[in-house]
């Protein structure tokens, strides 16, 4: 079943730094990655507010469509505990994922983890539950051996980075390459965003430089640079 709320959607997708939810959770690890034979890891919650939060905690298999654009997914590969908790001011909360059936697999899966801040009483509203804060981060099982590969080319208004690997790379810091390799074009700096194992991320691109001028699509993958020769159209 698809998660299609869309107030849900627009707030997923950007990793939220450790000072999150304005300064009141903080979550660690930000970005959790299981070996697939482990039976289960743990988050900590740690509630810096000077009030006590209610938090509901979700577990979504994340997926990229042939639009290019983020999905979530209900699934019962994983189980998350506890889904909901009170966590006292100053206070803390370790939160354990689950493998139900922990076995090999050739090729990275995609999770995401929601925490969504919620009132504890109930609303005048009833069923219309208001949602106070939320933040979503990533979680992979996978092992280390598995890795990306990735190849890019412009299309349609956008630069597309195509994944045919088995691990998800993290992109940030992206910009065009001149051919002599002595000027750069900034098309987005910060975190760019995932291109899981398979799938495409879509850049649209609002200006380009002039025909010719750039060969190369450069960013960094967790924190390491790397260069791509930008095609003329997908192989």
Not at 1 to 9: D, E, G, T, Y
Not at 162 to 188: C, E, M, P
Not at 219 to 227: E, K, L, Q, W
């Amino acid at each position: 079943m698809k998660i299609s709320i869309k107030a849900l959607l627009l707030s997923l997708f950007t990793l939220i730094s450790s000072a999150a939810l304005g300064g009141q959770l903080t979550v660690s690890p930000l970005i959790m990655k299981m070996p697939p034979l482990q039976a289960n890891a743990t988050y900590k919650l740690k509630n810096g507010s000077s009030q006590d939060g209610f938090y509901q905690i979700q577990l979504f298999a994340w997926e990229q469509g042939d639009d290019g654009e983020s999905r979530l997914l209900q699934q019962d590969d994983l189980i998350i505990t506890p889904p909901v908790t009170l966590i006292p001011a100053n206070g803390e909360q370790l939160v354990r994922v689950i493998q139900k059936a922990p076995q090999p697999s050739d090729i990275e899966k995609s999770y995401r983890l929601v925490i969504s801040e919620v009132p504890d009483t109930e609303s005048d509203q009833g069923a219309n539950l208001k949602v106070l804060l939320r933040m979503s981060l990533p979680l992979f099982v996978g092992t280390p051996e598995l890795s990306h590969s990735l190849s890019a080319f412009f299309q349609d208004g956008a630069l597309r980075i195509r994944n045919t690997g088995t691990a998800h790379a993290r992109l940030s810091d992206a910009y065009w390459q001149a051919r002599n390799k002595n000027k750069k074009f900034v098309i987005k700096e910060g975190l760019v965003g995932y291109v899981l194992p398979g799938r495409e991320l879509r850049i649209p691109i609002k200006a380009t430089p002039a025909d010719g001028s750039v060969a190369f699509f450069s960013a960094s993958i967790s924190g390491i640079p790397f260069t791509l020769l930008v095609e003329e159209s997908p192989k």
